[in-house]
Every structure is written in C-alpha cells, then in structure tokens.
C-alpha cells in the first residue's frame, strides 16, 4: 500500500477500474482538498467518521480521580456551530461529486454532531435511506452522574438523492447473518478494545475514537460488493481500509495527521484478504439479473409452438414467436396468462407454467436459470 501525495492525484477524467495511484492508497492532506482531486463518480461507498465537536470544557476525571482520555485533540475542535456547519457541508459537497449515482454514504456520530449532519445531507439533496443505532456492550461510564450513560451512537445511511434506486443492498446476506431473521437497524457491538486497539510505545491510545472491525465489516457487508471502491475521508488508523481489504474491497483514505498514517499503513498491510470464493454472498432473486421471456425464445433455449402446461396438465397454450401465450381464444405474457387461467387478478409465470423434456414436466424458470448462467455469464 502507498501513501499518495495530492500533488500526484490523477486526472478527473481517469476512471477507477484502470487502477490510479490513489486506489488502495491513503491520501495526505485535508479531506476537502483531496475530495476535489479524486475523479467524479469514482466511488461505490463512503464511510465517514468525522471529527465530533464533543465541546469538552476542562478535563474530566473519573471518581478515583484519574483522567479520562477523553477527545481533545485539534482536529475535533471548531469555534461554533456555525464554523461545524460550514465545514461539514463543504466535506459532503465535495464527497457527493465522488460518488457514483449508485453510490451510498454512511456518516457516523454522536449526539454532538449528528443531527447537525443530518440536516446538513438533507439540505443538499441526499436522501437518507436508515439510520442505524450502534449500542454498545461497553461504553463507557457518565463519571459526574449527571445524564444517562452515552451508550450508543448513530450512523446515517444515505443515497445521492432520493430517485437513486440502484444502491446495493445485500438485504438476504444480511438476514443470512442474523439466522434468518431481517436485520434491524439497532447493531450491539463493543466498543474497540484488547488485541485490535492500535497504542503506542508508551500504551497509549494511537487514536481516541478508533472503531471496532466488526462495525465496519457488517457495514461494507450490507452495502458494497467485492472490487467496490470505498472511500473514508476521515482515515484515522485505518479500519476502513483493514476490512476493505479483508472483504475483497479497493479502498481510499484521506487522512492528514501522519502518526496515522503511519499507524493505518502498518494496519492494513498486514492484513490478509478472504479467499474469493468466500466472498460470495447469499442473494434473492432480486438481486438476479432480469431476463425477459422472449429472450428463450430469442436464443433457441425455447422453440416456438412449444405447448406449456401448468403442473396438473389442465391447460396447454402455445409459445408464439414474440414471446406470447395463446390459448383458445386469449393471448398474453406467461404472467397473464397464468392470471387467465385460474381466474385471478395476477400469476408468476415463471414458476406456474412447465414444459415437457423426457416425459417431465420442469419449470420455465429453469430454462431462465439457464439464460442467466450460459448466456448472461458468459458476456460478462
């Protein structure tokens, strides 16, 4: 993995599949600036985590005394709301030229900031598909007794606008991965702690607000596929690029503190992908590319003048040249037909009508099986 200088970026016209410099790379410099020189509609996915404006005031101490580090760095502090508000909408601004149409953005954050970034996604034209809860199992303590323990926060899952119909979600992984149930949007993960927590020389946290591996895999799980690009435009140590590159993803990063950078490349470079037969995902039907009726008949899989019969053998029409059914005196589509039939209002033509090979009767949804497999993968 390499560290891209801005000044390297190439050019806008370039597009991602002829593998620029800046994929699989961490860019330096301010996230704005870097947005503006990647290609537009380059991005499938973006994951940002970006500063929180916590507005702490003082240090904050636990009841023995000892001090909680807590965010205090100057990447997180702003003067008001009102220099928040600017920022965060110049950086949506310019990650929604990256992304593709298609493309998907997911923001997360805390009660500080969060609202504040909804409105600001709303206001230029995104369109906000979910919100997820992340609770944690272990978050930590309220030390002044004050308010109700901080125990979650939340992430916003938006399209480019609100026509965008073509985003991915792997709705039947994600019900595959939670025993086949629907997943919902409340996620219950720890907080990043023990082997995965990146510290210093001296046991320090190399990051404040470092999170988890499992957050992220379920994220780019959901919402991205094998050879997607993803972008994280707040990099911090990396765990974007880790499960990227773990799932079988290209990444990119902006990231401009070097400790870092520094820290994400080590990260990530000895992270070993999963094998790609393993990355295949359960998916329904769909997900599975259409294919028209006429298009058996288009490359010979079905003859016209074929007779079609319902699984009892009660009716038989025949298979016309354009892919309609005739029987007795109507003609339809395989789904209109099926409705004739038995006298009802709609019918999925695929699994209602059978043909005969071998003295069997099979459905014609095999025959589109088929299609897909020999004539769609084929050209792929």
Same mark, same amino acid.
């Given at each position: 993995m390499s560290i891209a200088n801005l000044a390297d970026s190439r050019p806008q016209s370039q597009p991602a599949s002829a593998s620029?410099?800046?994929?699989?790379? #961490?860019?330096?410099?301010?996230?704005v600036s870097a947005l503006e020189k990647l290609p537009a509609n380059s991005v499938d996915v973006i994951f940002a985590d970006p500063p929180y404006n916590l507005q702490l005031e003082g240090e904050l101490h636990r009841p023995d005394q000892s001090k909680v580090d807590a965010v205090d760095d100057d990447w997180d502090k702003f003067s008001d709301f009102q220099a928040y508000d600017a920022f965060t909408r110049a950086w949506l601004i310019a990650a929604r030229r990256v992304l593709?149409? +298609?493309?998907?953005?997911? #923001?997360?954050? +805390?009660?500080? =900031?969060?609202?504040? !970034?909804?409105?600001?996604?709303?206001?230029?034209?995104?369109?906000?598909? =979910?919100? !997820?809860?992340?609770?944690?199992?272990? &978050?930590?303590?309220?030390?002044?007794?004050?308010?109700?323990?901080?125990?979650? %926060?939340?992430?916003?899952?938006?399209?480019?606008?609100?026509n965008a119909k073509s985003y991915t979600f792997n709705y039947e992984a994600m019900k595959m991965a939670n025993d086949e149930i629907q997943m919902r949007s409340?996620?219950?993960?720890?907080?990043?702690?023990?082997g995965e927590r990146l510290k210093d020389e001296s046991g320090a946290k190399v990051h404040p607000t470092q999170k988890p591996e499992a957050l992220l895999h379920r994220v780019l799980m959901s919402s991205t596929k094998p050879g997607d690009v993803v972008l994280d435009p707040f990099f911090g140590t990396g765990t974007t690029g880790a499960v990227a590159k773990r799932l079988g993803r290209n990444f990119v990063g902006i990231e401009r503190e070097q400790d870092y950078i520094d820290a994400a490349t080590a990260r990530i470079s000895a992270v070993e992908p999963v094998e790609? &037969?393993?990355?295949? #995902?359960?998916?329904?039907?769909?997900? %599975?590319?259409r294919v028209a009726f006429g298009s058996l008949i288009e490359t010979g899989l079905l003859r016209p003048g074929t007779k079609l019969f319902d699984s009892k053998r009660r009716w038989d029409p025949v298979v016309r040249l354009d892919g309609s059914l005739e029987w007795q005196s109507n003609t339809g589509s395989i789904h209109k037909m099926g409705a004739i039939v038995q006298g009802l209002d709609a019918c999925n033509g695929w699994t209602f009508w059978h043909y005969e090979a071998d003295g069997k009767l099979l459905q014609i949804d095999d025959l589109r099986k088929t299609y897909r497999k020999e004539v769609l993968a084929a050209g792929a």
């Open positions: 620029p410099s800046w994929l699989n790379s #961490v860019i330096k410099g301010d996230c593709k149409p +298609s493309g998907t953005i997911w #923001v997360i954050g +805390s009660y500080h =900031n969060i609202f504040r !970034v909804g409105t600001v996604l709303q206001d230029l034209g995104y369109w906000i598909l =979910n919100d !997820v809860i992340w609770r944690k199992t272990n &978050p930590m303590p309220n030390f002044r007794g004050r308010r109700f323990t901080n125990a979650h %926060e939340t992430m916003i899952w938006a399209s480019t606008d609100q409340d996620w219950l993960f720890p907080i990043c702690n023990g790609t &037969p393993q990355l295949v #995902v359960t998916s329904g039907k769909r997900a %599975e590319p």
